[in-house]
């Protein structure tokens, strides 16, 4: 992961979006993050805005998120929209195009060990993807050093990649992140030229911070100040929507 650079706390300006590419992390950044990853849903005012931000730049608008891309793509429902999920390494293209790595061998392991923790704890969350198995201690945070002792084990065994969120550790696939996957879009159309923007809010998004700013863009940090790769810096989800909505009535 890259190194954060500063702690960013200034505004983006609305004119921010003017030609660029827009690149949105989905919990934490769009939607308030929940006790249980199911318990999300996409309402009409989120709706409407992804369909001005898709009609503003142009069809330059994709989420990454480390969700499975089919779940995003299922909350959107028939919005042409680009969706990048599991941190980077299943592109869903708006055409309807598909790009995923193999599932490596190793997570069926990994979600027995997982599920067998959350079976003495019933706070505890198991979440199956297509590139990685994720164990939720949002309702037992108290087992946060267990459940991290178990994913350490279970990358190093499986030679996995570990992931560290909020309230959350996972093991997945290797070989790409939420910047890899900016730098890959960014070489297709209609990215191609533009200038990325990136929002998130999490420690996974800092790739994505960072590559944003190396192609000429910018990051934009959602949540409370902390060292980041980002330039700019937005409360919460509330402010991020409300910014949104005042940079499409800027184009306008």
Known sequence: MSEPVCI???????????????????????VEIAERPDAIAVDARLGILMNRLLSLLEGRVAILSGRPASEIRALFGAQLLTVVGSHGMEFHWADGGIDRIERPAGLADALCAMRALAAVDSRLLVEDKPLGAALHFRGAPETESRCHKLASELAERHRLYLQRGKMMIEVRASGGDKGSAIRTLMAEPPFQSARPVFMGDDLTDEPGFAMAAQLGGAGILVGPARASAACYRLAGVAETLDWLGNACERAA
Not at 12 to 24: Q, Y
Request: net charge negative; proline share 13%; no cysteine.
């Open 8 to 30: 960013p706390d200034a505004t983006p300006p609305v004119d921010l979006l003017r030609e660029a590419a827009l690149f949105l992390d989905f919990d934490g950044t769009l």
